[in-house]
């Protein structure tokens, strides 16, 4: 699951350019997602830790590359990285636990709901006026995640062990959701004073730490080939983060946030070539429903944006 932290301000904007940084990102974060379902049922700390402690290679590599090595760890707010760091630990815990659970395809779509779930949170929690259009989106695109988890549903009474479990990953992949909604908050609140390569790398060593503390509770001996995918999979986790920063630095954010939702063909594909799954007519009814609304608020909070600025050119200095 990719780790949605903030990006810089676009420099310069080249569109095409920008696009095609986050066709590549997500791209690689599905990448990331087939190699972590192919171990199998690996704990979930072990997985995170894996994802977070090899990220930090490439992450590296491109901060030396950039000159901003020898200050990425700057800060002056130590404490609220490191809550960040716990939270989007658990989400990341928790949508990984739901991979080994679920077809790939049905984690990536469920996943959609977190730009919902952020629009939520933003009017609860942070005060942001949320008017009927987004409020009416947010209600429309959590139908579709119930069309989605709707078969799922009656699996409780069911007795079936398989089946049981396969419920326990949707509750896992929407608890991620909502998880990864406070992160994204507090991630909103710390680009107020922080850097981009100070928000990731602090994220990608606390979740490393964090991830260590779960040895006790169950890690297991790994083969070569799982020691290896998750390696790969902590790579592409930091190299998908690289990229889908610097598309933000290259476009406007309502510009390339549409392009998330190519990881669901991507997710389809993949599931398919891999694991041989096949998606439901729910899980692609749902999903369209869902990626619809997403994108709505993303339209709905560009429009927003213009007529805010257009406001402020308008309003005479005082």
């Not at 990425?72 to 716990?86: D, E, F």
């Not at 409020?135 to 079936?160: E, K, N, Y």
């Not at 392009?259 to 997710?267: A, I, P, Q």
Request: charge should be positive; include cysteine; glycine fraction near 10%.
């Amino acid at each position: 699951m990719p780790d949605q932290s903030a990006s810089g301000g676009t420099v310069g904007l080249r569109p095409a350019l920008g696009i095609t940084l986050k066709i590549i990102s997500v791209s690689v974060f599905v990448g990331m997602s087939t190699l972590i379902k192919s171990t199998g049922a690996v704990p979930p700390g072990q997985i995170v830790f894996f994802r977070s402690a090899f990220a930090v290679i490439p992450i590296l590599i491109f901060l030396a590359f950039r000159r901003e090595l020898s200050t990425a760890l700057k800060t002056s707010r130590p404490v609220s990285h490191i809550v960040r760091g716990l939270v989007g630990v658990s989400a990341m815990g928790c949508g990984f636990y739901a991979l080994t659970l679920l077809p790939l395809p049905e984690v990536i779509t469920l996943g959609y709901a977190q730009p919902l779930i952020v629009v939520a949170l933003s009017a609860l929690i942070v005060g942001e006026t949320v008017r009927l259009y987004r409020w009416s989106a947010v209600v429309v695109g959590l139908i579709g995640v119930l069309v989605i988890i709707w078969p799922r549903l009656t699996l409780f009474t069911s007795g079936a062990p398989l089946q049981d479990n396969e419920a326990i990953g949707v509750a896992a992949v929407l608890a991620s959701a909502v998880i990864s909604g406070f992160a994204i908050i507090m991630v909103r609140r710390l680009v107020a004073t922080e850097r981009s390569a100070t928000i990731v790398l602090w994220f990608s060593l606390t979740a490393s730490a964090a991830a260590l503390l779960t040895l006790p509770f169950g890690w297991i001996a790994l083969s070569q080939g799982q020691i290896l995918a998750l390696i790969g999979a902590g790579i592409c986790g930091g190299v998908g983060q690289i990229l889908m920063t610097e598309s933000y630095r290259h476009a406007d954010m309502s510009t390339v946030a549409p392009f998330e939702y190519t990881s669901m063909v991507l997710g389809i594909a993949a599931g398919y070539l891999f694991f041989g799954d096949l998606p439901t007519s729910n899980m692609i009814a749902g999903g369209l429903i869902v990626v619809g609304a997403g994108l709505f608020i993303i339209w709905r909070e560009n429009r927003l944006g213009l007529e805010r600025g257009k406001a402020r050119r308008l309003t005479p200095p005082s």
